[in-house]
């Protein structure tokens, strides 16, 4: 196998401060083995200098080179971009940290510096010289579908986006509600499985009575909460008493409610089964808060454990007491009861005033939802993590928000948690335009650095199946483990953990790995 | 007689792992030269093999630095890490070398004081401990 | 930022207009709250970011940089833009010899922010010695990459768009203000902002007048927001969120101290309400008082006194602390200044910029706290759909 390396020391990088001895750096790569090119340029992925690193690389033949530079996230993808031109795969190119690793730190111990840049510099030679070039494959996506589960504010604001992009998009909605969506509106439909991966998948849906697949690139989560479920000891106590959206829509509808009324932050007071989330506050305040305008003689009154009224919905708050509207708050071990016997009359005891206080009321209104029940099912189906209150949960922090770990899916709104109106709206707008810029590339990229395994050694004990969170590992007609490279994301976890060491990370493998540790500790320190 | 110097070997994540490097080196923060990096894309690459061959090769101490769990780009591979240096760790001390040997750290890409705290945290414990097996022998 | 790195993720091509010397806004100053585990505090995801646009080819990042003017032509925006210098070259590694041989008192020369991209030093001229009185070149001598450039100067350039995003962001309340409660007047009395600051920079909290670790710490939820008096009567949304989880990042690194907190309400985003509370629970050394203390006074051995009245008693009481943290609101900045007005924004009465749909349809878009208050989440989230509303106005040019 062809193997002529090049290093590049940026002097940019490190010689400012100058703790090393440059001329060392450069003589220990010109007499390393498989060197063929050993370059000192200033500022080399800023242009100027390039085009003469670029020249050598040809001339010399080089396949795979060695910048001794800064943190490879910081170096100008053009450095990349003219590799490649030359012949050099991304793969085949190290990047050695010397600035940030060795120099800046430097100055505590210049003496040791050497010592360490050196180590650096020959663990690369010996791990380039493992290395095999990869290359990543392409899949065209099949269709530019954007599926949206979930017709609600979040969904439809994310299908508005999605078309204004120039995207196809496939609302599914479980109820049998109509409203004008700029793609497809399927009512009475659900998700009931699915496969593939993000750019190709196929979900499989429940169309009224009729089962079929259905094709898409991208699918946007936003099934909602579970607006009309009431779970908890008061709502078993009042069967009459009506979610908060309920209350919203009697006023949209100018139909005055049962006097007075109560609004209680949760039908579920211990927290066991229902949370109180964020949601519940600004849509509380203003909708009490309206009540108290257009009915100055009713009593309204809200029963809460905390008020949450973030941001500018404080000022409702203000003016919601301004009204007249009465606050009670109560602490979870003295919380709000409902004898069953007498189920218009609410207890509670006034932490502020450690006195237990009896409203009889007209309606009873619960501001809390729990989580969608079929947000199970349709996690399962796109193999998409839940929280622990039930909702769907977002890839980390380092990923986009609104998106999942699994490229091609996003959640968004209620889904997640349950959240109000125009955060969910944001969040539908959000979900459309990432889901929108992911299909308009046509075709999804995949492969290069990648698990690979070596059936022979395999035992198919399915740890690698358990162990990866993109379903990448699976049980292969052979019945031993193949990786869908459309679906690996490159981490590594299965290969750490296999008890048969039969999976690799290709350009990470264990003798990559094992011998520049080895290098590194070699020498002085 | 020249103190020892301990030789430390730390494989580090490309992703939050390296940008705690970047940040503190950037912030001015130094650090002694003990710790030499491996990079790999995720701390949950890692294997109790890699670890324990890097004992075997001269290092007094191994670190595994990823990012903060629930954070980790890949989910749950600094929790991955995270168990597997602790099954490194319960191996070590049934054949009798010292388990603080071999430490777990996280990192975000703001923490400009982690990776220098792990530096000096792996050095005194080798600086106590003595280098690797044989109780106080220079290399 | 957000709107920024998801508009050239589209083709399109940026210019970051920023005042200060580096990117990331509010969220420089802020650090990781987690030890092992993510707090979802969001700050790595401002600074990555900071990172992004400093590293993307279709953004132009103008640091320490005004806009002048801006005159609407041909369909879009014709911007001047001034930069003023940094007097500090990209060589700077960051690493502070210049701030420690610098004889102006107070330092002329100073650090990049918190985690602020990028990691370069500046100097303000107005208190240079070099610029005042042409003497002294202590910095550029000591300079290990000699990277200071007293010959850097002022550079103005147009630019013509056809959008522009108006993300001036906040400010945090100055606990000056708040001086009732020590805030600028007692050493050991920081807003949250400092103790992010110390956080950030050691690891742990220490207390300003001697540099040891508090035994006993009280925070203070609430200052400056929610005050009629302070004349900002909003929730700032995010101050619950950021103070619980300063709480929880203090009891990781030292959980022998002892913390009360102090509170109206607990508002912890997009956390199921409880959450803290039973952490606090789990916690002997934690205590959640709901009450709101009146006053901070210093006792003559240094221990620090925190009047309050009592949560049921309703007795007056005053507990000692070594450490006093002032959890401070924001205020929107920059909704009302002449740039924004030539723009078409207005503000309403508490500086929050409002978003209308002529302000839409004349290619002006809000992002950021600036119009309401938001944490970073919420704001990346919002940034993303102000985003998509750009493209979908104009033809993406520049």
């Known amino acids: 196998m062809k193997c002529n390396i090049q290093v590049v020391i940026c002097e940019c990088c490190v010689s400012k401060p100058a703790l090393l001895d440059i001329p060392a750096l450069q003589k220990i790569a010109s007499e390393a083995g498989n060197v063929t090119s050993v370059i000192i340029a200033d500022a080399v992925c800023d242009g100027e200098n390039l085009s003469g690193v670029m020249k050598e690389a040809r001339e010399k033949e080089v396949d795979r080179a060695i910048v001794l530079a800064c943190h490879k996230r910081d170096v100008d993808p053009s450095l990349f971009k003219a590799y490649a031109r030359a012949g050099v795969p991304a793969n085949l190119i190290e990047i050695v940290n010397l600035r940030e690793e060795v120099v800046l730190p430097g100055a505590a111990e210049p003496e040791r510096a050497q010592a360490k840049a050196e180590a650096k510099l020959n663990a690369a030679v010996a791990r380039v010289r493992m290395l095999e070039p990869l290359e990543k494959d392409t899949e065209e996506m099949r269709t530019r579908n954007i599926v949206i589960i979930g017709a609600g504010v979040a969904g439809q604001a994310a299908a508005e986006v999605a078309a204004r992009s120039g995207a196809h998009t496939i609302m599914i909605e479980k109820t049998g509600k109509s409203l004008k969506s700029p793609g497809v509106l399927m009512p009475h439909t659900t998700v009931i499985d699915g496969k593939g991966y993000g750019g190709n998948f196929t979900l499989r849906i429940k169309a009224g009575e009729k089962v079929e697949d259905l094709d898409c690139a991208a699918v946007i989560v936003a099934t909602g909460g579970g607006w009309a479920t009431l779970k908890g000891p008061l709502a078993k106590a009042c069967k009459d008493a009506i979610p908060l959206f309920k209350l919203h829509e009697k006023l949209e509808s100018d139909t005055t409610p049962a006097g007075p009324v109560v609004i209680v932050d949760t039908p579920d007071p211990s927290g066991k089964n229902v949370k109180v989330q964020d949601f519940a506050w600004e849509e509380s305040l203003e909708t009490a808060a309206r009540l108290k305008k257009a009915k100055p003689d009713t009593d309204v009154w809200i029963v809460f454990q905390e008020m949450r009224a973030f941001g500018l919905s404080e000022l409702a708050y203000k003016e919601a007491a301004e009204l007249g509207v009465r606050f009670v708050r109560y602490d979870k071990p003295a919380p709000p009861k409902i004898d069953p016997k007498e189920p218009t009359k609410l207890t509670v005891k006034d932490s502020a005033q450690a006195e237990v206080i009896s409203i009889n009321f007209g309606t009873l209104v619960f501001a809390s939802i729990p989580a969608n029940a079929d947000n199970a099912r349709i996690a399962d189906a796109l193999r998409i993590p839940m929280s622990p209150e039930g909702g769907v949960r977002r890839g980390s922090m380092q990923r986009w928000p609104v998106s999942t770990p699994r490229p091609g899916v996003f959640v968004c709104g209620s889904a997640l948690f349950p959240k109000s109106r125009a955060v969910a709206e944001a969040e539908g707008t959000a979900a459309g335009e990432l889901a929108a810029e992911f299909v308009k590339k046509g075709e999804i990229e995949f492969g290069g650095i990648i698990a690979k395994v070596e059936q022979e050694k395999c035992s198919a004990c399915l740890t690698c199946v358990r162990t990866c969170p993109y379903e990448a590992p699976f049980i292969g007609e052979a019945g031993k483990i193949e990786i869908k490279a459309q679906l690996c994301q490159g981490c590594g976890m299965c290969a750490g953990i296999c008890p048969s060491k039969a999976i690799e990370l290709l350009n990470y493998t264990d003798d990559q790995l094992g011998t520049e540790a080895r290098t590194l500790l070699g020498g002085d320190f | ?139 | 930022m957000t709107a920024a790195k998801a508009l050239v993720d589209k083709g399109a091509n940026v210019v970051l207009v920023e005042k200060s010397e580096s990117l990331g806004g509010m969220a420089r100053g802020l650090t990781c709250k987690g030890l092992a585990e993510c707090r979802n505090c969001g700050v790595c995801f401002a600074i990555d970011r900071a990172n992004d646009m400093m590293r993307d080819a279709n953004a132009e990042v103008l640091l320490i940089s005004e806009v002048v003017s801006i005159e609407k032509e041909d369909g879009g925006f014709r911007v001047k833009i001034k930069t003023s210098p940094r007097y500090v070259t990209d060589d700077c590694t960051g690493c502070g010899k210049c701030v420690e041989v610098c004889p102006v008192e107070g330092k002329a020369v100073f650090p990049p922010t918190g985690s602020g991209q990028p990691r370069i030093h500046r100097i303000d001229r107005t208190k240079c010695l070099h610029f005042k009185r042409g003497a002294c070149d202590k910095c550029a001598s000591v300079c290990p990459t000699k990277a200071i450039d007293y010959e850097d100067r002022a550079t103005n350039v147009t630019r013509k768009v056809s959008s522009v995003v108006y993300a001036t962001g906040i400010e945090a309340i100055d606990a000056k203000d708040v001086s009732r409660l020590g805030g600028g007047r007692l050493e050991d009395v920081v807003s949250s902002v400092d103790a992010e600051r110390i956080l950030n920079d050691k690891g742990r909290l220490v207390r300003p007048s001697d540099g040891k670790a508090p035994k006993r710490v009280a925070m203070l939820q609430c200052v400056g927001s929610r005050s009629v008096r302070a004349g900002v009567e909003y929730c700032s949304k995010f101050c619950c969120k950021y103070g619980t989880k300063i709480a929880q990042m203090m009891l990781d690194t030292d959980p022998e101290i002892n913390l009360d907190f102090y509170f109206m309400d607990l508002r912890t985003l997009y956390e199921p309400q409880d959450e803290f509370k039973a952490w606090a629970k789990g916690k002997k050394t934690v205590k959640l008082i709901r009450s709101m203390p009146a006053a901070v006074s210093r006792r003559d051995d240094g221990k620090l006194l925190v009047k309050v009245a009592g949560e049921t008693d309703l007795e007056i009481h005053e507990n000692e602390y070594d450490l006093v943290i002032l959890s401070v609101g924001m205020r929107p900045k920059g909704a009302d200044t002449e740039l924004a007005k030539a723009l078409g924004i207005t503000a309403d009465a508490y500086g929050f910029a409002q978003a209308t749909d002529a302000l839409r349809d004349s290619g002006v878009f809000l992002a950021g706290a600036v119009s309401e208050p938001m944490d970073i989440e919420e704001t990346a989230i919002k940034a993303i759909a102000t985003a998509s509303k750009v493209a979908s106005g104009k033809e993406a040019a520049r």
């Open chain 2, 1 to 139: 007689m020249a103190a020892h110097r301990p030789r430390i070997v730390g494989f580090c994540c490309e992703r939050h792992g390296m940008d705690a490097v970047v940040l503190a080196a950037r912030s001015g923060k130094t650090h002694d030269a003990s710790v030499r990096l491996v990079q790999v894309p995720c701390s949950g690459r890692v294997d109790g093999l890699h670890i324990l061959k890097a004992l075997e090769d001269g290092a007094d101490a191994v670190v595994v630095l990823g990012c903060l769990e629930k954070n980790c780009y890949y989910d749950t591979g600094s929790i991955e890490g995270r168990k597997r240096v602790a099954y490194v760790k319960s191996m070590l001390k049934e054949a009798g070398v010292e388990p603080e040997r071999v430490e777990m750290f996280n990192a975000a890409s703001t923490n400009a004081w982690a990776f220098p705290e792990m530096v000096s945290k792996m050095a005194d414990v080798v600086k106590r401990l003595g280098p690797l097996g044989s109780g106080g022998e220079e290399r």
